[in-house]
Structure formats: structure tokens, C-alpha cells
């Protein structure tokens, strides 16, 4: 028997695509029906190098989570990522003809507040309803059957640049994969663990992936900033090879057992084998620290920078929650929290019924909040067209 409402979700990461079947119960929670993880080469700092090769780890990861699920499909919810992401805002008010809110009334607002793309490079990947006021009262949520005389509404859209977009359809087509619905992979990460709560009181989000890391901000229960930073935990890897002296493989291995960040210093020595692999070299394990903590400074900057486009007094009230694998880095919750002063934590992915334990991890986020967004689509389309390569679709989230 045919099972309706079954959703594919995927992740082009830098590291790893992670691909998802889930099902849609009636009550809006997914259960997990299938997932896997496939290694990828040829992606760099979250944009697609090497065409065949990524198109191998999709299929794969994709085959297996289908065949775990007893599935076959083609047609996917994708992750966009990458530094070229951008955010613009946009405003409109609409007068209503009826003297109650309608649903058509949010999706006219919605699309004459949308942002037409500054650039002729750039196209709009995703849109995020932000305030929504209702005769000049902000912050209502769901104001269908409202009497009132006007609405108006903000609009974030998430941008990106034409080519990278291109790029990513075109290995998710030599992967027999149509991807049916583009979400932007900082956003999918807030969707995939952050509550509601949270937003309302103000947020930091960073996916911490391999070549990448997305920063997010709430406050308010409004999207306020996304940007990604072209460095993650690949780049540390790659420091620590050449630093020492060794392969990455190697390097990477040194990482996940030895390093971390802050923290009084270890003393004592590692003992790592040289590039060819015969001889054995001593290391001071300072060395090692020295080389990741020099790493994580410069990371810092980078988003700091981007953390710094806030406008906010306060910080944010419910602290920093960090996913992807990056974040798992030893000893970096308590450094940021002793430079921040707000409480950081793990974020793992909730919402999810089904194969659940492996979907919590934090390197799951993001390909999780893909499947949320997916589940949530069919709520609101919006037809739009003439945003700078002309768009036959957007699909409006109205869960910010
Ligand atoms: N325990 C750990 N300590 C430190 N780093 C870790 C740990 N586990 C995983 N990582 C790092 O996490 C990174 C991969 O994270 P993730 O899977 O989220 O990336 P990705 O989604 O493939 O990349 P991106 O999001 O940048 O496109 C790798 O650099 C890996 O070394
Ligand atoms: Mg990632």
C-alpha cells in the first residue's frame, strides 16, 4: 500500500550529504522513516567543486535513506549554503476588502512586500514573513478572521548568488534528485532546533559545519539576521596537518581525540606519525593547542562580524545554541560562554518521531529543519515571478 505524505529531505554539506525520508503524521509531527549520511569530496566551503563526485554522495545517501524507508523518491526538499547567502528586507500594507483578514489577504501582503533582488547575479532562494500588523498592532500571529481595516507585513529574503544555486541543481540532477523546495541551510538549522520560546526571547543559532558556519538571530520571535562564514572545523583540520606534519586523515583523527579550545593548557607530548607515515615525530601537546586556539580566534572574527549587524542592547536572553559537527569541538561552549557572558549550548534536532536517536545529533540540524520546512510548505505558495532569474515558485514560510 501506497504511504502518503512521505518527505525527502536533503543536505549538500561540505563534509557529508545527509538525506532524510520522514512521514508528515495528520497532527504535523515527522516521524523518521529513513536517514543516512554519505562522506563527500568535492564540495568546498559549502558550494559544489567537483560535480561527479558530489552527485555519488548524493545518490548514495539518498538510496540508502529510500531504501531504509521503503521508498523511491525523487523529488527533494535541499538545503542551500554557502557565503555568497544574503538577507534583504522588505515592507507593504495592504487594505483589506472585506473587513476581516483573509488567508489571500497574508499572501498578497506577503508578495507586495517582497524584496525584488538588488542583483541581476542574485536570485531570492527562500522568504521569511517577519512582523505582521494589523491595524498598526504588531506581533500578531495567525490574524485569519481578524476584523480590521489593514495589514501589513515585513519580509526577509534570503538571497544567493545565481551560479551557486545553478551549481547545486545541476549535481542534484545528475543525482536523478528535482529539487522541489530551496531553503536556506542556516534557517533549516534554526528550524530544526530551536523552539519557539527561545525565538521570542532572542537567539544566537551557529551551524558549525566543515567549510561553513550559518549565524541566525531571533529576537522578538522574528528572524533578524542570517549570514554564513566561510570557515568550520575542515579548516582547523587542514591547520593541524600542515602544522605537523601530516596527512589530513591523520590530522583530523588528532582532532576528534586531542584538541580543544581554552582551557588551562595540557601539558605532556603527542605522538603523531609524519607524512609518509614511517617515522614518529613528538609533539608538544601545546603545540597543538596553540595551532587550533589560532584557528578559532580568526572563526571568531568572522562571526563576531556578523553578530555585530544586530542592533540589541542585551544579547540574547536565551544565550547561543550551536549544531553541526564543528560545534562539538572540546572546551568551545565554555570559551564562547566566558567571551559572550550568554549561555551556549548543543542543539539537537526535536520535533521527530521514528529513528530518532541518530536524527538528534547536532550534525543532523540542518537536514531535520529541511524536512520541517517541507512538511510545512504546503500551508502557503506563493506564485512569484520576475526576482532576478525569473522564479516560477516561492514558497513562502510563514513558521519564522
Ligand atoms: N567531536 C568533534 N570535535 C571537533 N570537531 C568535530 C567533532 N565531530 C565532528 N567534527 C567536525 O565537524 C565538521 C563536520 O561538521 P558537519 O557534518 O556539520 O559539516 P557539513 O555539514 O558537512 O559542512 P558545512 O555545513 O560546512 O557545509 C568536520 O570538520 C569535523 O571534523
Ligand atoms: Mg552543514
Known amino acids: ?77 535541499v538545503g542551500v549554503n554557502g557565503d555568497h547567502l544574503g538577507v534583504q528586507v522588505g515592507h507593504a500594507q495592504v487594505v483589506l476588502k472585506h473587513g476581516t483578514v483573509r488567508e489571500e489577504d497574508l499572501k498578497a501582503v506577503v508578495q507586495k512586500a517582497t524584496p525584488a533582488a538588488a ?9 521569511v514573513r517577519r512582523a505582521l500588523a494589523v491595524d498598526g498592532f504588531r506581533g500578531v500571529v495567525d490574524p485569519v478572521g481578524m476584523v480590521a481595516r489593514q495589514i501589513e507585513a515585513e519580509v ?4 544567493g548568488l545565481n551560479t551557486a544555486v545553478r551549481n547545486l541543481k545541476r549535481v542534484l540532477s545528475m543525482a536523478g534528485i528535482t529539487p522541489v523546495l530551496m531553503v536556506a541551510n542556516p534557517k533549516a538549522a534554526a528550524d530544526g532546533v530551536l523552539g519557539d520560546d527561545e525565538r521570542q526571547l532572542g537567539v544566537v543559532l551557529l551551524d558549525v559545519g566543515g567549510g561553513t558556519t550559518g549565524v541566525v538571530v531571533y529576537r522578538g520571535g522574528e528572524l533578524q539576521h542570517l549570514g554564513v562564514v566561510p570557515i568550520g572545523g575542515e579548516a582547523i583540520t587542514s591547520d593541524i596537518a600542515v602544522g605537523l606534519g601530516m596527512v589530513a586523515t591523520q590530522a583530523e583523527r ?54 555585530r549587524r544586530v542592533d540589541w542592547p542585551t544579547g540574547p536572553a536565551a544565550g547561543v545554541v550551536m549544531t553541526g559537527g564543528g560545534a ?7 570559551f564562547l560562554e566566558q ?62
Open 156 to 159: 526577509l529574503a534570503v538571497t
Open 119 to 127: 542583483d541581476p547575479e542574485r536570485q531570492v532562494i527562500q522568504l
Open 1 to 77: 500500500m501506497a504511504r502518503r505524505n512521505l518527505v525527502l529531505a536533503v543536505d549538500v554539506g561540505t563534509t557529508k550529504v545527509s538525506a532524510i525520508v520522514a512521514q508528515v503524521r495528520p497532527d504535523g509531527e515527522l516521524a523518521v522513516l529513513g536517514i543516512a549520511a554519505t562522506p563527500v569530496v568535492g564540495m568546498r566551503r559549502g558550494l559544489v567543486f567537483e560535480p561527479e563526485r558530489v552527485a555519488a554522495a548524493i545518490r548514495d545517501a539518498v538510496n540508502r535513506a529510500n531504501s531504509m524507508a521503503g521508498a523511491d523518491l525523487n523529488q527533494a526538499a
Open 339 to 400: 567571551r559572550w557572558g550568554w549561555p551556549v549550548r548543543l542543539g539537537s534536532p526535536y520535533g521527530l518521531a521514528g529513528l530518532s536517536d541518530l536524527s538528534k545529533s547536532p550534525g543532523y540540524a540542518v537536514v531535520v529543519g529541511v524536512a520541517k520546512a517541507k512538511a510545512q510548505e504546503g500551508l502557503f505558495v506563493a506564485e512569484h515571478e520576475g526576482l532576478g532569474e525569473r522564479l516560477k515558485k516561492l514558497w513562502v514560510n510563514l513558521f519564522s
Open 328 to 334: 562539538m569541538l572540546r572546551g568551545l561552549a565554555q
Open 254 to 307: 588528532l582532532k576528534l581525540e586531542y584538541a580543544q579550545v581554552g582551557g588551562p593548557p595540557e601539558g605532556g607530548t603527542l605522538e603523531v606519525r609524519t607524512v609518509n607515515g614511517q617515522a614518529v615525530k613528538v609533539v608538544p601537546r601545546g603545540q597543538l593547542e596553540e595551532i587550533v586556539q589560532a584557528r578559532v580566534d580568526e572563526w571568531l572574527q568572522y562571526v563576531e562580524a556578523q553578530l
